[in-house]
C-alpha cells in the first residue's frame, strides 16, 4: 500500500462510488455512506437506482453534473474497466479500484493516461475507519 497514493486519493475534493447500492448491507452501499460520514461529497453511481440513501444516484460518470476527482470502484472487474474508460474520459484523477474490483487491462489503462491508480487490495473502509 503506497501512503502517498491513499493520502493523494483522499485528499480529493469530490468523489463518486461506482457500483454504490441502495441495499445496506452491500459493500457499495458501505463505502458510499463511510466517504459520506466523513464530510465528503460524493455521489453515487449505479444505472438502475434512482437514489442511494437519499442522494441522487447516477448511471455513469458523464451523467454527473461536475467530474469528480476521485472514484472508487465496487464492481465486477469486466464494469471497472468501462468505469475506468469513463474515468479517463471525463478527466477524473484517481481511481481505486477495492477488493475484487482489480482488472489488470483497466489499471494499465488508468496509469497510462497518467491517473493515480489504486489497485493493490487495500479497501478504502480499513483507512476510513483508522483515521476516524
Known amino acids: 500500500m503506497n501512503e502517498d497514493q491513499l493520502k493523494s486519493f483522499l485528499s480529493a475534493q469530490t468523489f463518486a462510488v461506482a457500483?454504490?447500492?441502495s441495499k445496506r448491507e452491500k459493500y457499495g452501499n458501505k463505502v458510499f455512506r463511510a466517504l459520506l460520514d466523513s464530510g465528503r461529497e460524493v455521489y453515487p453511481l449505479n444505472p438502475v437506482a434512482d437514489a442511494i440513501e437519499g442522494h441522487r444516484a447516477f448511471a455513469t460518470i458523464a451523467d454527473l453534473a461536475e467530474v469528480p476527482e476521485a472514484v472508487s470502484i465496487i464492481t465486477p472487474p469486466q464494469v471497472t474497466r468501462r468505469i475506468v474508460d469513463d474515468a479517463i474520459r471525463a478527466g477524473v484523477k484517481h481511481v481505486w479500484m477495492q477488493p475484487g474490483a482489480e482488472d489488470e487491462q483497466a489499471s494499465q489503462a488508468a496509469r497510462?493516461?497518467?491517473?493515480?491508480?489504486?489497485?493493490?487490495?487495500?479497501?478504502?473502509?480499513?483507512?476510513?475507519?483508522?483515521m476516524a
Open 19 to 21: 457500483g454504490a447500492s
Open 112 to 130: 497510462e493516461a497518467g491517473l493515480n491508480v489504486i489497485d493493490d487490495g487495500s479497501c478504502i473502509l480499513v483507512l476510513l475507519a483508522r
